[in-house]
């Protein structure tokens, strides 16, 4: 049994490692070259241009349900509408261009073109919902078009390089590796087919039920698609695995809170119906447009010979992941302590921060604090949930701007 879940784990590792560092490579590439002055320009005018830019802006990017929030509320504070911050909100975390090729590479490009179709048309419709319901006037927005990466090329590709396969990576290779377990428990319970047997799963009733299951999950996106591929091969239809793939990834009980606090009740109502109601219509679509018994890759490559190339891939992932784990404990047990007693020193300025769960979520809490006037410097401490800010700020202001940001802040005693 244990050999049997080595094998299993090792096979997804195989078929996952070269999707992964392209498509993070690729997303390294998005941060680097797309200045924040060009997203604002395209989502600040009421309308279904905004909107539908939005959706064209969000599918590509790496973000999963929990740093897309944040990222959302900076959006909107930096003149997006409602509208098109729920467009991004609704279509972002489904996909990325990492999870776009290990869809591709796992369950077939059929099935990955369509789940991009599907995010791209439920984010641009629900957002379409909150622009005809807002009633509040347009705001008039002012952009800095100066706004333009100078940087060296050197610069640019370590930036890439940084954020491709340290940031990006270390915000979400926990789920991958759960995703990669689970993905392999599944096949050793579920040998091929064992699902089929049991035809209400493929109906709508099956497909409401994974959405019960799917819509307070946090999965990241690319993690889902492992264990959705490892179902499918045990029987579970497409359509039914599909509304796991939408709902899963687009949003959790974790973010509920900070989307009704940002964006309040109206929008957080549309966004809700929107990922519930068509996961589970593009599911019933899907199963119907496709036919059934499609071969899926992930049913085969498992017979085949890895090259030596795929092999070095999934080499230099897993030496990725331990190094991540490794300076994640490194922070937590040395550098965080080291620094906080270095800093007591020096009596600086201490907050307790909640609603952090992600990387992500410490970077935009500290460029928050540290764009408020009187800030030297700000660190923020995933570990600890605390910011260490040095400088003569107001305490209200910053409070005020991590809470803008969609989280909480409060003194620490």
């Given amino acids: 049994m244990l050999e049997r879940f080595f094998t299993e784990t090792w096979n997804v590792v195989l078929q996952l490692s070269g999707p992964l560092l392209l498509g993070s490579l690729i997303a390294g590439i998005i941060h680097v070259i797309v200045p924040s002055s060009f997203i604002n320009r395209k989502l600040g005018k009421k309308g279904i241009r905004s909107v539908i830019n939005a959706a064209i802006i969000g599918v590509p990017m790496p973000l999963c349900s929990c740093s897309v929030v944040p990222t959302t509320i900076g959006l909107k504070q930096d003149g997006a509408t409602d509208g098109a911050s729920t467009s991004f909100l609704i279509s972002t975390p489904q996909t990325g261009v990492d999870s776009i090729l290990v869809s591709g590479s796992f369950l077939g490009w059929p099935f990955a073109i369509f789940k991009v179709a599907a995010a791209f048309i439920t984010g641009i419709i629900g957002g379409i919902l909150v622009d005809k319901t807002d009633k509040n006037p347009e705001k008039q927005i002012d952009v800095d078009i100066h706004d333009v990466n100078i940087k060296k090329l050197n610069s640019r590709i370590w930036e890439t390089l940084r954020y491709g396969l340290f940031d990006l990576l270390g915000m979400i290779y926990r789920w991958i590796i759960l995703g990669i377990v689970i993905a392999a428990i599944i096949s050793i319970i579920f040998p091929p087919g064992a699902l089929s047997q049991y035809d209400w799963i493929g109906g709508i009733w ?28 045990a029987g579970m239809p497409t359509g039914t695995a599909l509304v796991f793939l939408m709902a899963g990834p687009a949003s959790n009980v974790a973010t509920i809170g900070a ?3 940002a964006f309040g009740k109206r929008v957080l109502a549309i966004y809700l119906a929107s990922v519930a ?33 795929t092999v070095a891939t999934a080499i230099l992932v897993i030496g990725l992941f331990v190094f991540l784990a490794a300076y994640d404990l490194y922070r937590k047990y040395w550098l965080t302590p080291r620094v906080l007693k270095e800093t007591d020193r020096n009596m600086p300025i ?33 570990e600890s949930n605390l910011a260490v800010i040095e400088g003569n700020p107001d305490m209200a202001s910053l409070i005020k701007s991590v809470h803008d940001a969609g989280y909480e802040a409060s003194a620490k005693a």
């Fill in 206 to 233: 099956g497909m409401f039920l994974m959405l019960v299951i799917a819509l307070p999950m946090y999965v990241c996106t690319t993690g889902s698609v492992l264990i959705a591929a490892s179902l499918i091969a």
């Fill in 277 to 309: 109601a068509f996961s589970v219509l593009f599911g019933y679509l899907f199963s119907w447009v496709i036919t059934q018994g499609q071969t899926m890759a992930h049913h085969h490559q498992h017979e085949e010979m890895a090259g030596w190339f």
């Fill in 350 to 382: 201490e907050l307790n921060i909640k609603g952090m769960t992600c990387k992500h979520c410490a970077i935009t809490v500290t460029k928050a604090l540290q764009g408020v006037p009187g800030v030297t410097k700000a660190d923020v401490y995933l």
């Fill in 259 to 261: 989307i009704y606090r």
